[in-house]
């Protein structure tokens, strides 16, 4: 049923169990493997040494969104679909410390798929590949086509979003977004310093209204 409020929408692909949590995250059953994306960790600092002010405080709340969501879902292993940082020129001793402590910390295994503001940048104690097959799904920062007609890319990257009219306004929302013809599934951007791209009016769209709730449009 559409626009109804949800604490999650679960997807079926090819028997496949795909979770959309309002939480910005993907939570697939099987396997228990939850999938973030686009964090851009370092985006205030780099703003910062190039003359725009913007707040550090965003890392910390994105660092106390991560630990929140991995303690309380449980899963087996987190994975991001890239851009964990923004820029290799931002990362502190400090940040680079806290990225590198974060999977002893959780006691979880930590994979990240390598996206375009990966390249360069350090990181200790967490995997990274550029793709990844998990049953019949793969795991790519940037969208690409699967041969397989069964297989679904599921992916970060673009930052999609949506606008919602509300009376004589329109209200932008994060949003999970769907290409049936090529087989995409795009996550919301994890970080909230990231601004979005609206989606094209042909995806199957799913709004993030809140942390506690997701819409289907």
């Known amino acids: 049923m559409k626009n109804k409020l949800r604490s999650s929408i679960k997807l079926l692909w090819n028997n496949t169990t ?19 994306s686009d964090i851009h960790l370092g985006k205030g600092e780099y703003y910062q040494a190039n003359g725009i002010p913007l707040t550090n405080y965003q890392d910390l709340f994105n660092f106390k969104r991560i630990i929140n969501l991995v303690e309380n879902i449980k899963p087996k292993k987190l994975i991001i679909l890239g851009d964990l940082f923004h820029s290799k020129l931002a990362i502190s001793e400090e940040l680079e410390y806290k990225v ?51 297989l679904l890319n599921i992916c970060g990257h673009y930052h999609p979003k949506i606008y919602i009219k509300n009376m004589n306004t329109k209200v932008s929302f994060k949003c999970f977004a769907l290409d049936k013809k090529k087989n995409n599934l795009y996550l919301p951007a994890f970080g909230d310093l990231t601004g979005g791209h609206l989606c094209k009016n042909e995806f199957k769209k799913w709004a993030i209204i809140s942390e506690r709730s ?3 449009i």
Not at 18 to 36: A, D, N, Q, V
């Open 18 to 36: 795909i979770e959309l949590l309002p939480s910005r995250s993907i939570l697939i059953k099987e396997t228990g493997e939850l999938l973030i």
């Open 100 to 150: 590198g402590s974060l999977s002893e910390k959780l006691k979880i295994n930590i994979e990240l798929i390598e996206g375009n503001h990966d390249k360069g940048c350090k990181i200790n104690n967490i995997s990274r590949s550029k793709t990844r097959t998990s049953l019949n799904l793969i795991y790519t920062h940037e969208p690409i086509n699967p041969k397989d007609a069964n």
């Open 214 to 216: 997701i819409l289907e």
